[in-house]
């Protein structure tokens, strides 16, 4: 009787210090980024740790003295950040509600495709995009990247619209149908209203990876469109030494966007991933 006593407080406990590492394990980077970026730049890596160290903000003085650039950059990354995003979700849904309401061999073998494409490494889709690049013009522009990175994660998008397309009754198109709606009207005000969560969920995918994403971005820029993880890779392996003082004040200013967007949507990204996992 003891042990099974016992066994339900031991599972809980095993849970919540499994919790509390992956916590640790996930929280320790990003709270260890944001405290180095208040600490003068003699004293992050010291050895033996200083604790008690005043925080300072002459890190994010000097970011704004040596590398103006930056901020500059992060309009870019905004800029193309959104557009993707955007232009990802749009098709996602529609490609979502094709691939959960038709079938046929066509749409099995681009289903098939679209996996085989988002497992290649990037570097192999991005040296034979290079020339094709350059001859359309699109070379060191917002535009090349938004189409990219739309191409490139449209694949994620799409499967995540098609589960939550497949949870939505056939029977309220249907319905639609007999009242007259056409399609542009059928999914505009019967589809879209009820995968708004997914949508939602995958643009916090897809704005997350896009807003991080490195190689395209070195790739196909070079001065006009670079975004601020170029920067930061410019910071980082700088000739005259890594001041490490402002690379973790950049790298601060680039996680506000991003946390501030999964914070915002955070109660919609949960509900909508929730929904996503059940049948209905």
Do not use: C
């Not at 180095?36 to 160290?53: C, D, G, L, N």
């Not at 505009?188 to 995918?205: D, N, Q, S, T, Y």
């Not at 000739?239 to 919609?268: E, K, M, N, S, Y």
């Amino acid at each position: 009787m003891r042990r099974r006593r016992w066994r339900p407080l031991l599972r809980r406990t095993l849970r919540g210090l499994a919790f509390l590492a992956v916590a640790v394990w996930s929280l320790f980077p990003i709270l260890f980024v944001v405290h180095a970026s208040f600490r003068p730049p003699a004293t992050i890596f010291a050895v033996p740790p200083q604790f008690m160290v005043p925080p300072t903000t002459q890190n994010y003085v000097e970011l704004v003295r040596l590398w103006p650039d930056f901020f500059g950059s992060l309009i870019n990354s905004l800029i193309i950040t959104l557009g993707a995003t955007a232009l990802t979700v749009i098709a996602s849904a529609l490609a979502g509600w094709v691939y959960a309401r038709r079938r046929g061999r066509l749409l099995t073998t681009s289903a098939f495709f679209m996996v085989l494409v988002r497992m290649f490494p990037p570097i192999v889709i991005t040296l034979p995009l290079f020339p094709a690049v350059n001859a359309a013009g699109l070379s060191d522009t917002h535009l090349v990247l938004v189409l990219l990175y739309a191409a490139f994660f449209v694949s994620l998008g799409t499967w995540i619209m098609k589960a939550f397309v497949d949870q939505v009754p056939r029977e309220f198109e249907e319905a639609a149908e007999v009242d007259g709606a056409s399609l542009v009207q059928m999914l505009r005000h019967v589809i879209v209203p009820l995968v708004i969560p997914g949508m939602i969920a995958a643009a916090v995918f897809i704005f997350i990876f896009a807003w991080n994403e490195f190689l395209f971005a070195f790739v196909f820029t070079t001065t006009r469109a670079r975004t601020a993880p170029l920067i930061i890779s410019e910071m980082l392996g700088s000739v005259t030494g890594v001041d490490w003082g402002p690379v973790f004040a950049a790298a601060t200013i680039q996680l506000v966007p991003v946390l501030l967007f999964v914070v915002l949507l955070q109660r919609h990204l949960v509900a909508g991933l929730t929904a996503g996992g059940v049948k209905g």
